[in-house]
C-alpha cells in the first residue's frame, strides 16, 4: 500500500469493493464469466512465477493443472475423499512432477526455447498417457458425481454449492496468490528472485544458491497450478484429457500475464480482467456485425474472434512488450515513482 | 507381427520422415541462422497446403508442379515477416518471441478458418490409391512421389547453401554475426532471405505433404511440435540432420505403431524429445551452439 | 426440456448439469453406458448402449453368416480411441464369449482420431492376418481407413462397422464404388413400418440429395418422444415432464423395435440394430429379417472387381 499514491489506493479500494459485491448485482452469465477471469488471474501468477522469477519459460503449464484436477477427482469418485483433502494429493503429484521437470532443466542446463520445449512434450506424453489411462476414464472423461443438491448450499468441504460459493472461493485463491507472491517479492527471497533472474552469473558470484531458488519458484508455481486443477474439477465436475490438458489451455494460460506484464505483481491480474471481458464483448460484436450485415451469416465466429485476439497479442508484443499494467500505472499515477517510495 | 509388416513399415516410415524432414529444414535453416524460434511453423505450412489445394481447384495443378509456386509465394511472406515485424523484436526476450509468433499464428489459423471453414479438404488425385509391388513389399506411389520431390528441394536448398555466394554469406551470420557485420556483409538483408527461404521451404512441404494429407486450419499446431522435435532429434542448424532427424521420427512412428499401439505414436515421438533434450540437446549432428 | 447430443462425452456433462438443473434430457444419439446408469433421474435414451450395439452387432453377424453361407474365422478390431469408440470396443471384446462366435479377436488396434494419417494403422491390422475387420471409426478416419486398404491391397473377407462414418453421406460420395459392400450395424429405423414410409416419403421430398441416416431417425424419435411427454403433462413443467417422460408408451414409431418405454434408470432396452450394406450410393437393410429389404453381399467384392 506504501507504494500506492492516492489514487492507486482509490482505485484499489474501488476493484475490492467491486469484487466483493459482484454476485449481488451481477447477473449468472457475468458471474461465470467473472470466475474464468478470476481464474486466470490465479493461474497467471501461478505462471508469472517461474518466468518473471525464475526466469523459465513454461508453455506446458496445463499440465500441473490437468495432475491436479484428476488427483482430486479421482480420489473424490472413487473413495469419496472430498476436495479440501484431496487438494494436498493434488498439489504433491503436482510439485512432484515440477520438481521432475525443474530438475533436470537445471542438472541438464537447458534454458529458454529448449526448456519451453521440454515443458511442451512433458505436457503433451502426459496427456497422451491419461487418453489411454482407463482408471481415469480416459478418453471416455472423468465424472464427478453430480446430483440435484449438487448446486445448493454451501458444502466448503466438498466444494459443492451455489455458482456465488465458487466465486468466492476463486476470488480469495486469488487474492491469496497476490498476497503470497507479493510477500515473497518483497522478502529476501524476492531479492534473490530478482538477482538471478537479472543477472545469474553475477548472483552466483555473490554466493546465491541459483538452483535451490530457482527450484523453489518452481514448485510453488506447479503447487498453486495444483491447486487451481482442484477447482476446476470440482466446479466443472467432468475431465477429458484433451480439455484440461490441452496446449490451448497452456497457451491460454500465458496469455493474461504476459499481456499483462510478465514479472510484475498485478499484471496478470490486469490482463487476465483485460482479456476476458475482451473475449465475450468480441464475441457480442461479432454477433451484431453479422446482424447488420457487414459480415456474412455463416462466417463462424470463432474463426473472427481468433483473428482479433491473435492481432491484439501480436499488436501488444510490437508495441508495449513490457506488459499493459506498468503503462497504464503511469499514466493513471498508481504508483509512487521509485524516488518517493518508502514511507 | 511377421517381417513382411516391419518391413513395410519401415519403408512408408523411411518414405514419410523424408517429408518430415523437408518440412523442418524450413525451421532449422530459420533457427540456425536467426535464432529464433519460429513458432508459426505449423501455420505457413498450412497457408501452403491451402494454396496447393486451390491451385488445384482452379487449375488442376498436381501439387507437385505446384511446388514452385508455392515456394516463391511463401518466400515473399517470409521475408516480409521477418523484416517488418520479426526483426523488431529480436532484442526481446524468448518468451515475447515466442508470443508474438504465437500471435501471428493464431491470425493465420483464423484467416483460414474464415476463408476455408474448419472441415478437413484434400485433393482427388488419379494415382492417389496405387502402390507399387515389388513381391512382399507393397509401396505407395504418392508416398514415392512426395519422397522423391522432398529430396530434390532438399539438395537444391544444401547446394544452395554450398555453393551460392548469398549461401556462403547467410552461414557466414549463422557463425559469426560480428564478424559477418565487421566484413560488411547487409545482416538484415541476409536474414530477412533466410527467413524467405525457410518459409519457402515450408511451402514446398506443405504442397507435397497435401498428396498424402487433408488439410484443415487446426492441422497447424501438430505440425509445429512434429517440425520441433525433428528438428531437436537431428540437431539445430544442421541440414542434414534435419533430414536425418525426419527419417527417424517417421521410422520410429511407424515402429511404435507396430510394436505398441498406434495411438502411442506420438507420445513415443515426445519421450523420443525428452530423451534427446535431455542428453544431447544439439541433437544428433548439430554443433554445440549456446 | 433438451434433446441431445450425438456426442457420448458432450452427453455426459450435458446430462450433468441437466442433473443439477433438473430439467429432462432426452438423449436421440449417444452410446456411452454409464449415461443411463442410474445416477441420472432427469436424463432418457431411446438409443441403445455400448454394450446393446456390440450384442446386436453379434446377433446380426450371424443371421449374415447364416444367410450367405460363409462365416470369419478371425477377426481385427480397428478403432478410434475417443470415448464413442473405446466404449464400443470395450463392450465387443468384454461380450464377444456369451455369442459362440465363429471367430475370436487376433488383434484389437486403437488410433488417434485425430491422425493425419492411418498407414501404420492399416498396416498393423492388415498384419495380423484376419478375416474380418470391425471398425469404430468418425467419418474422416473411416475414409482414410478404406483408401489405404485399397492401396495396401488388402481384402478382408468383409468389413463390418458399428458406428457412424461408413454410412454418412461425404464418404459414399467421396469413396464411390469404393465405398460398396461395407455392412453397418447401427441402429436404424425399419423401412417396412407404416409411419418410417412417411417419414422416408416426407425427407425425399425436403431433402433430397441427403441419405436418411441413424441421426435423422433418431432425432425424429426423440422430438416426438419430446412432444408426446408435452402433451400428456399438460404443461412445461420440468417435474411433470419428468413424470410423463417415465410413463412413455409410444407404439407407432420408426425404430427397430417395439413400442418405445424407458425402464428405471431412463434407459429404452428394447430398441434394436439394422444391418445395413452400402450399395451404389444407397443404404440396404438386410437383417433383421423383419427389417430387411434386400440380400447381403458377404464376402465382399475385390477393389478392382467393382462395375
Request: proline share 4%; charged share 15%; hydrophobic share 55%.
Amino acid at each position: 500500500m506504501s507504494d500506492l499514491t492516492i489514487a492507486g489506493r482509490a482505485a484499489l479500494i474501488a476493484l475490492v469493493v467491486a469484487l466483493l459485491a459482484l454476485p449481488w448485482i451481477a447477473s449468472g452469465y457475468i458471474l461465470s464469466v467473472s470466475i474464468i477471469c478470476l481464474y486466470l488471474a490465479y493461474m497467471g501468477q501461478a505462471w508469472n512465477l517461474m518466468l518473471g522469477f525464475a526466469g523459465l519459460l513454461s508453455i506446458g503449464h496445463a499440465l500441473f493443472v490437468g495432475l491436479g484436477a484428476y488427483a482430486s477427482g479421482f480420489l473424490f469418485t472413487k473413495w469419496g475423499v472430498p476436495p479440501v483433502i484431496g487438494v494436498a494429493a493434488a498439489v504433491a503429484i503436482a510439485m512432484l512432477m515440477g520438481a521432475i521437470i525443474g530438475y533436470l532443466g537445471f542438472r541438464f542446463a537447458i534454458s529458454g526455447v529448449y526448456f519451453a520445449l521440454l515443458t511442451i512434450a512433458f505436457s503433451e506424453f502426459v496427456r497422451i498417457l491419461l487418453d489411454h489411462a482407463k482408471f481415469l476414464g480416459g478418453t471416455e472423461g472423468l465424472f464427478l458425481p453430480v446430483t440435484q443438491a449438487s448446486r445448493r448450499g454451501v458444502d466448503l468441504l466438498n466444494l459443492r454449492g451455489w455458482t456465488e460459493m465458487y466465486y468466492y472461493v476463486i476470488l480469495v485463491l486469488a487474492a491469496g496468490a497476490f498476497l503470497l507472491c507479493r510477500a515473497l517479492l518483497h522478502g529476501r527471497i524476492g531479492y534473490y528472485w530478482r538477482a538471478i533472474r537479472d543477472n545469474p552469473e553475477a548472483a552466483a558470484a555473490v554466493g546465491v544458491d541459483i538452483f535451490r531458488f530457482r527450484m523453489f519458484a518452481v514448485l510453488l508455481s506447479s503447487g498453486m497450478a495444483g491447486v487451481a486443477g482442484v477447482f476446476y474439477a470440482f466446479y466443472y465436475n467432468n475431465l477429458f484429457p484433451e480439455q484440461v490438458l490441452g496446449i490451448e489451455r497452456s497457451i491460454e494460460i500465458t496469455l493474461a500475464p504476459i499481456v499483462g506484464g510478465v514479472g510484475t505483481l498485478f499484471g496478470p491480474i490486469f490482463g487476465a480482467f483485460v482479456l476476458t471481458p475482451l473475449g465475450e464483448l468480441l464475441t457480442d460484436f461479432i454477433s451484431h456485425l453479422k446482424g447488420w450485415g457487414i459480415i456474412g451469416k455463416d462466417v463462424k465466429v470463432d474463426g473472427v474472434k481468433l483473428m482479433f485476439w491473435g492481432f491484439t497479442v501480436a499488436l501488444i508484443v510490437l508495441l508495449k512488450p513490457t506488459g499493459l499494467w506498468p503503462w497504464v500505472c503511469q499514466r493513471l499515477h498508481l504508483v509512487k515513482p521509485p524516488g518517493q517510495r518508502g514511507s | 507381427m511377421d517381417t513382411v509388416t516391419v518391413i513395410n513399415a519401415l519403408v512408408s516410415g523411411l518414405l514419410t520422415g523424408l517429408v518430415y524432414g523437408l518440412s523442418a529444414l524450413g525451421l532449422s535453416v530459420i533457427f540456425g541462422v536467426i535464432r529464433i524460434v519460429n513458432f508459426a511453423h505449423g501455420e505457413l505450412m498450412v497457408v501452403g497446403m491451402f494454396l496447393a489445394l486451390m491451385l488445384f481447384r482452379w487449375f488442376g495443378l498436381d501439387p507437385l508442379w505446384s511446388v514452385p509456386i508455392c515456394a516463391a509465394l511463401l518466400f515473399c511472406v517470409g521475408y516480409a515477416l521477418q523484416h517488418f515485424v520479426v526483426r523488431r523484436v529480436s532484442y526481446l526476450p524468448d518468451h515475447m518471441q515466442f508470443l508474438l509468433l504465437a500471435g501471428i499464428a493464431i491470425m493465420i489459423v483464423s484467416g483460414c478458418l474464415v476463408i476455408f471453414g474448419p472441415d478437413a479438404q484434400g485433393v482427388q488425385l488419379d494415382y492417389a490409391l496405387d502402390s507399387f509391388a515389388i513381391g512382399n513389399l507393397i509401396v505407395d506411389k504418392v508416398r514415392v512421389y512426395a519422397a522423391i520431390a522432398a529430396i530434390v528441394v532438399a539438395s537444391l536448398l544444401l547446394l544452395f547453401f554450398k555453393y551460392s555466394a548469398t549461401g556462403r554469406a547467410i552461414r557466414a551470420c549463422a557463425d559469426n554475426y560480428l564478424g559477418a557485420r565487421v566484413v560488411g556483409l547487409n545482416v538484415d538483408r541476409l536474414y530477412a532471405l533466410t527467413f524467405g527461404i525457410g518459409a519457402a521451404c515450408i511451402g514446398a512441404a506443405g504442397c507435397i505433404i497435401l498428396l498424402l494429407v487433408q488439410v484443415h486450419p487446426y492441422l497447424a499446431p501438430a505440425y509445429t511440435l512434429l517440425a520441433f522435435v525433428v528438428v531437436i532429434v537431428g540437431g539445430m542448424g544442421s541440414l542434414f540432420g534435419a533430414l536425418l532427424g525426419g527419417i527417424m521420427i517417421g521410422v520410429s512412428e511407424e515402429l511404435a505403431s507396430v510394436v505398441l499401439q498406434p495411438s502411442l505414436k506420438t507420445a513415443f515421438s515426445f519421450g523420443l524429445l525428452i530423451v534427446v533434450l535431455l542428453l544431447r540437446p544439439q541433437g544428433l549432428l548439430g554443433r554445440v551452439v549456446r | 426440456m433438451i434433446i441431445g447430443c450425438y456426442d457420448s462425452g458432450i452427453t455426459s456433462a450435458v446430462a450433468q448439469v441437466c442433473e443439477a438443473k433438473s430439467i429432462p434430457l432426452v438423449v436421440n444419439v449417444a452410446a456411452a453406458p454409464q449415461i443411463t446408469d442410474g445416477r441420472f433421474k432427469t436424463v432418457f435414451r431411446n438409443f441403445p448402449t455400448g454394450p446393446m450395439i456390440a450384442s446386436d452387432a453379434f446377433l446380426l453377424q450371424k443371421e449374415v453368416y447364416a444367410i450367405a453361407g460363409k462365416a470369419p474365422k478371425s477377426a481385427v478390431l480397428l478403432h478410434a480411441n475417443d470415448t464413442f469408440g473405446t466404449t464400443q470396443k470395450d463392450a465387443s471384446v468384454n461380450l464377444i464369449g456369451k455369442f459362440d462366435m465363429p471367430y475370436k479377436f487376433a488383434d484389437v488396434i486403437s488410433y488417434d482420431p485425430a491422425a493425419r494419417d492411418l498407414s501404420a494403422e492399416v498396416r498393423k491390422a492388415k498384419g495380423s492376418n484376419a478375416e474380418l475387420l470391425w471398425i469404430i471409426t468418425r467419418l474422416n478416419d473411416a475414409i482414410m481407413i478404406v483408401q489405404e486398404m485399397v492401396k495396401q491391397r488388402w481384402v478382408p473377407m468383409g468389413i463390418v462397422s458399428t458406428g457412424p462414418g461408413p454410412y454418412d453421406d461425404p464418404f459414399l460420395k467421396q469413396l464411390g464404388k469404393l465405398s460398396d459392400d461395407i455392412i453397418n450395424m447401427v441402429p436404424w429405423f425399419d423401412p417396412n413400418k407404416p409411419m418410417s414410409k412417411a417419414m422416408i416419403a416426407a425427407w425425399a421430398k425436403k431433402f433430397p440429395d441427403r441419405t436418411l441416416n441413424t441421426s435423422v431417425s433418431h432425432s425424429f424419435e426423440a422430438t416426438l418422444i419430446a412432444l408426446d411427454a408435452y402433451k400428456r403433462a399438460g404443461s412445461a413443467e420440468p417435474a411433470k415432464l419428468i413424470e410423463a417422460l417415465q410413463k412413455t408408451n409410444i407404439a407407432e414409431n420408426v425404430t427397430v423395435g417395439p413400442a418405445i418405454t424407458f425402464n428405471e434408470k431412463g434407459q429404452n432396452v428394447k430398441t434394436r440394430n439394422s444391418a445395413i450394406q452400402n450399395r451404389g450410393g444407397k443404404l440396404v437393410s438386410v437383417a433383421p429379417k423383419e427389417a430387411a429389404v434386400g440380400k447381403p453381399i458377404w464376402p465382399m467384392r475385390p477393389w478392382n472387381a467393382r462395375g
